[in-house]
């Protein structure tokens, strides 16, 4: 099982709403496509639980490897593109994992509100359950990884347990939250007709809160942050899935009546 003691971290401590003063940040992006509706000034917070195998950004696991920043000096990072933002996109909450830094991002989230600015949650929801309802009060759309419908082989994928991130599914469409369901193609591992059949069903179970499912083909572009890292990489020879997997996929969503890209 994929669960190495170098690549672990434990929970943390302290009540997640404690520090809404400073937070670590990794770094930004100021003109995302891919990371919500319309263009996106996208955070991505350092910290995150679960070591995916595929993981793309393998620096952002640890928490500290990062720049500490202020709610202030993070809204100032944001002003100049925020009228811009306001009718073209917004800004999206990704890492690493946010919910680790639940009190930062909350109050950020709510400065930003204050701003009329568009805020998208890009999370596995694997921390969902320590944070309240009212946290994700300001957000308007969630961007909930999905990274397996088995429980095994999603423990053995990301090195945790699969029930926690269906749980903030169900509690996110309790809610009434808009979703947007992302689950990554990796060949081998999450292509398999009968888990993508599987995985469908639980999404179409969640209703009319998922707006659409984004079926995102794996890539070898984090390949070398694991090996400047010194972390072993386990899908150096995982080959990229062709156009008529990725389509295959979107086709077993489809057919159960869900908006698919």
């Not at 940040?25 to 910290?47: C, I, K, N, Q």
Request: proline share 7%.
């Amino acid at each position: 099982m994929f669960n190495p003691d170098y690549l672990s971290e434990p929970l943390p401590h302290a009540h997640p709403l404690a520090d809404a003063a400073t937070g670590w940040l990794h770094s930004v992006e100021t003109g995302a496509a891919v990371d919500g509706p319309g263009v996106r000034f996208v955070f991505f917070f350092s910290g995150c639980l679960l070591r995916c195998l595929y993981c793309h950004n393998p620096d952002t696991w640890k928490l500290h490897d990062a720049r500490l920043v202020t709610v202030e000096e993070a809204v100032a990072e944001v002003a100049p593109y925020a009228g811009f933002l306001r009718f073209a996109g917004g800004v999206t909450f990704s890492g690493g994992e946010p919910m680790l830094q639940a009190g930062f991002v909350d109050a950020l989230a709510r400065r930003l509100k204050e701003k009329r600015l568009h805020l998208a949650l890009d999370t596995q929801g694997f921390l969902h359950a320590s944070l309240p309802d009212a946290w994700f009060d300001p957000i308007d759309l969630v961007l909930l990884d999905i990274k397996h419908a088995d429980a095994a082989r999603h423990h053995e994928l990301t090195g945790q347990a699969l029930q926690p991130t269906l749980d903030c599914a169900h509690r996110l469409a309790r809610l009434g939250k808009r979703m947007w369901i992302r689950h990554v193609l990796v060949p081998g591992w999450t292509d398999d007709p009968a888990d993508l059949a599987h995985l469908a069903g639980i999404v179409a179970d969640l209703g009319a809160a998922v707006e659409r499912v984004e079926i995102l083909p794996f890539h070898q572009m984090g390949a070398g942050k694991w090996a400047a890292l010194g972390h072993p990489y386990r899908l150096a020879d995982t080959p990229v899935p062709t156009q008529e997997q990725v389509a295959a996929a979107r086709a077993v969503f489809a057919a159960r009546g869900l908006q698919v890209t």
